[in-house]
Antibody, heavy 120, light 110 residues
């Protein structure tokens, strides 16, 4: 059974940093690209970032480019999202999602999400 | 503003059909597969349709998808109270080199 468990969400001040983690199980982690998608309170889904199965290719939304990095630890079956220079508009539930293959593939399994609040 | 355009809401009586549209451009829907996601209240999104018209295992055939040009459609037939949720279309945008979603459509069963 595929399981994705996010952690690391917290209340952080504007300009601060935070690292989210997503522990994956139930599938061959290194064979699948992974994505982060966020949802601001009461709003729709926003794609944030994606990383290929090998970790060699990464993609970012313009809204986070230069401030966020994505990485994966194949030995720990864990996906990360490192967030810097956080802004109020980054406040959202952050979901990690497994793709069906490539970074551009459909997102077939989602975690339960972790809440990031950026506020002073 | 979302890259893909969906109606904010649709509604119908139990047993009826609803259709949700998703409009994009040649850089996204026009040249990439479309997926649909269902988000029940207070839960994470769930894949409903992928590759325009395919259903993952366990998704009932009351849910169907189609694509034509730069638009896609999700049909829900035999509407049930349990179908009340937000529905999002999504795809890859080749020009942006990133994923894009519609703003979401709230389905209400009258």
């Amino acid at each position: 059974e595929v399981q994705l468990v996010e952690s690391g969400g917290d209340l952080v001040q504007p300009g601060g940093s935070l690292r989210l983690s997503c522990a994956a199980s139930g599938f061959t982690f290194s064979s699948y690209a992974m994505n982060w998608v966020r949802q601001a309170p009461g709003k729709g889904l926003e794609w944030v970032s994606g990383i290929s199965g090998s970790g060699g290719n990464t993609y970012f939304a313009d809204s986070v480019k230069g401030r966020f990095t994505i990485s994966r630890d194949q030995s720990k079956n864990t996906l990360y999202l490192q967030m810097y220079s956080l802004r109020a508009e980054d406040t959202a539930i952050y979901y990690c999602a497994k793709t069906r293959g490539y970074t551009s593939s459909p997102l077939d399994f989602w975690g339960q999400g972790t809440l990031v609040t950026v506020s002073s | 503003q979302s890259v893909l355009t969906q109606p904010p809401s649709v509604s119908a009586a139990p047993g009826q059909k609803v259709t949700i549209s998703c409009s994009g451009s040649s850089s996204n829907i026009g040249n990439n597969y479309v997926s649909w996601y269902q988000q029940l209240p207070g839960t994470a999104p769930k894949l409903l349709i992928y590759d325009n018209d395919k259903r993952p295992s366990g998704i009932p055939d009351r849910f169907s998808g189609s694509k034509s040009g730069t638009s896609a459609t999700l049909d829900i037939t035999g509407l049930q109270t349990g179908d009340e949720a937000d529905y999002f279309c999504g795809t890859w945008d080749t020009s942006l080199s990133g994923g894009v979603f519609g703003g979401g459509t709230k389905v209400t069963v009258l």
